[in-house]
Structure formats: C-alpha cells, structure tokens
C-alpha cells in the first residue's frame, strides 16, 4: 500500500495507444507505475513539447537527470519537478527501482533533442534499435522489475515487445515527425528503396515510399511476434494488460499497412470501435 503522506503523481492527460496502469494493473502496482509514467513522460515533454530551443531543452534535461541523480542518492531535489521527483523517490525506496534503466531513458530524450536540432537521422537499422534500446525497453524491464519475473528469455522478449512499440510510434507519426525534422526511417533503408530526403518532407506516398513505410512495417510486426509469448510468462492480470499492449501494437500496424504510404500525411490511431477485435484477439493468444 502507498503510505497516506506520499504525493501522488501527474495524472495521465497524453493521449496513448495503450493502457498505463489501467484497471487491469493490480492496485499495489498502480502508484509505482504511474511514478515512471510520470518520469519518462514528463521528460519526454521537456524534449519536445513547447516553443523552447535545443540548448534551453539540453539545459533542462540535465537538470532533470540532476534531480533523478539526487533522489537516486536519497537526497532532496530541486523544486521544479517535485511533482513527478516526489513520488518517484518513494518509489525507489519502496520497490527498489533499477536507476541506471531511468538514465537510459534520459540518454535517448537527450539524443532525440541533439539529432532534431542537426536534423540527423538513423544511418541503419542498428543504430535504430540502439535508441530503442534506451529510449522504450528500459520501460518494459522496469515492469519485470515490479512483478518479479526475471530470466534472460523473458528480458529478450520484453525488449521486442518495447522495441516494437517504439518502433510502431515511429511509423505512426511520421506525417507529424518529418515536419519537425525527426528523421526515425532509417538512411539505409530509404537508399535501398530510392528514398530521398525531399520526397519524405513532401508528405505524399510514392510507389518507393510505400514499399519503404510496408517493409519496416513488417520488420516492425515480426519484432512484436518474437515477444508477443512473453504474456504467457507474466502472471495475473499484468498478463491480461500486456496483451492488450501487443494487440494495441498489432493494431497500429495494421492501420499504417491499410493506408498503403499514406500515413506519410495521416496519422492512424486506435478508435473505440477497435477495441471488440483487438480483446477478441487478446483472448487467442
């Protein structure tokens, strides 16, 4: 149980895909999970939300790692973000939450305001998942953490089912990326399908673009496919969560495979009449 005294973080106002500490989470789990939601979505909005320029986002995510740092070494702190720090910090001393997992969160928020301020892209598939390394699967390791499961079988399938969120995002927002100079498809890719860097920004499908957008895609669905067992291994409801999460996922792919490129200038997103199919295919798995 929370003890009464400790302060309860953000309530969740983004909207998201998938599920964050839901009904399906159990209670003794809801406050520590909402804690790292609040951390890693309050970090990412520092990256990107908002008019400020990239040495001001710098500036300000090395004073959040400060804070995290802090907290990490039971000491006070700053003000700022005491919102999200205080619960936080309760959380690390009651669940033994692994810090460096929320470092490596920070390192990719840190690397996606570097790449959009030189308008950088990925040189190749590896270089991609490197990010997604730090940037998402330290999430779903941080969950193993609260419910106990460990092996390095579960902690490989976790990683894909993360990887393949992360990814999964990347594809789905590319109409609202490539206007901001967030370059996720990968410069190896593109050249092996003709794709350059002006028919991305245009925004229009192309034959190349969307043979390009369908093959990452289905990179992207073997990826989730390869954690998708990993619900068998998670016990309770937790379990019944995260099939939720991989047809969440499943679902998107399947939006951005149905627009055939278009999701260049349109976003797919998970609508109501969604959820029946996607709870029918939970139930299969």
């Given at each position: 149980?929370?003890?009464?005294n400790?302060?309860?973080?953000?309530?969740?106002?983004?909207?998201?895909?998938?599920?964050?500490a839901?009904?399906l989470?159990?209670?003794?789990?809801?406050?520590?999970?909402?804690?790292?939601?609040?951390?890693?979505?309050?970090?990412?909005d520092?990256?990107?939300?908002?008019?400020?320029?990239a040495?001001q986002?710098?500036?300000?995510?090395?004073?959040?790692?400060?804070?995290?740092?802090?907290?990490?070494?039971?000491?006070?702190?700053?003000?700022?973000?005491s919102?999200?720090f205080?619960?936080?910090?309760?959380?690390?001393?009651?669940?033994?939450?692994?810090?460096?997992?929320?470092?490596?969160?920070?390192?990719?928020?840190?690397?996606?305001?570097?790449?959009?301020?030189?308008?950088?892209g990925?040189?190749?598939?590896t270089?991609l998942l490197d990010?997604?390394?730090r940037?998402?699967?330290?999430?779903?390791?941080?969950l193993?953490?609260?419910?106990?499961?460990?092996?390095?079988?579960?902690?490989?399938?976790s990683d894909?089912?993360?990887?393949?969120?992360?990814?999964?995002?990347?594809?789905?927002?590319?109409?609202?990326d490539?206007?901001?100079?967030?370059?996720?498809l990968?410069?190896?890719d593109?050249?092996?399908?003709?794709?350059?860097?002006?028919?991305?920004?245009?925004?229009?499908?192309?034959?190349?673009?969307?043979?390009?957008?369908?093959e990452?895609?289905?990179?992207?669905?073997?990826?989730?496919l390869?954690g998708?067992?990993l619900?068998h291994?998670?016990?309770?409801?937790?379990?019944?969560?995260?099939?939720?999460?991989?047809?969440?996922?499943?679902?998107?792919?399947?939006?951005?495979?149905?627009?055939q490129g278009?999701?260049?200038?349109?976003?797919?997103?998970?609508?109501?009449?969604d959820?029946?199919?996607?709870?029918?295919?939970?139930?299969?798995?």
């Amino acid at each position: 149980m929370q003890p009464v005294n400790t302060p309860l973080p953000p309530p969740v106002t983004h909207y998201e895909n998938f599920p964050v500490a839901s009904w399906l989470c159990p209670p003794h789990l809801r406050a520590p999970i909402a804690a790292i939601y609040a951390f890693a979505r309050t970090a990412d909005d520092i990256a990107d939300e908002g008019p400020a320029n990239a040495a001001q986002r710098l500036a300000d995510l090395a004073a959040y790692r400060a804070d995290l740092h802090a907290i990490a070494a039971a000491q006070a702190p700053s003000e700022r973000w005491s919102a999200v720090f205080a619960p936080l910090a309760a959380m690390l001393k009651s669940h033994a939450l692994p810090v460096p997992l929320l470092d490596d969160l920070l390192s990719a928020f840190i690397q996606d305001v570097e790449k959009t301020r030189d308008g950088a892209g990925y040189a190749h598939r590896t270089e991609l998942l490197d990010y997604c390394r730090r940037s998402a699967n330290p999430v779903g390791r941080l969950l193993l953490h609260l419910y106990g499961v460990q092996g390095a079988q579960a902690l490989d399938e976790s990683d894909a089912i993360c990887t393949a969120l992360q990814l999964i995002n990347f594809w789905q927002d590319l109409s609202v990326d490539l206007p901001r100079a967030r370059f996720y498809l990968p410069d190896e890719d593109c050249a092996a399908h003709g794709v350059d860097r002006a028919q991305l920004l245009a925004l229009r499908p192309t034959a190349q673009t969307t043979a390009l957008i369908q093959e990452l895609s289905g990179w992207t669905r073997a990826t989730m496919l390869r954690g998708a067992p990993l619900v068998h291994r998670v016990p309770g409801r937790m379990g019944w969560e995260l099939r939720l999460v991989v047809q969440g996922g499943l679902r998107i792919l399947d939006k951005v495979d149905a627009l055939q490129g278009r999701s260049l200038c349109q976003r797919p997103r998970i609508r109501a009449w969604d959820a029946p199919g996607m709870l029918a295919r939970a139930l299969a798995m």
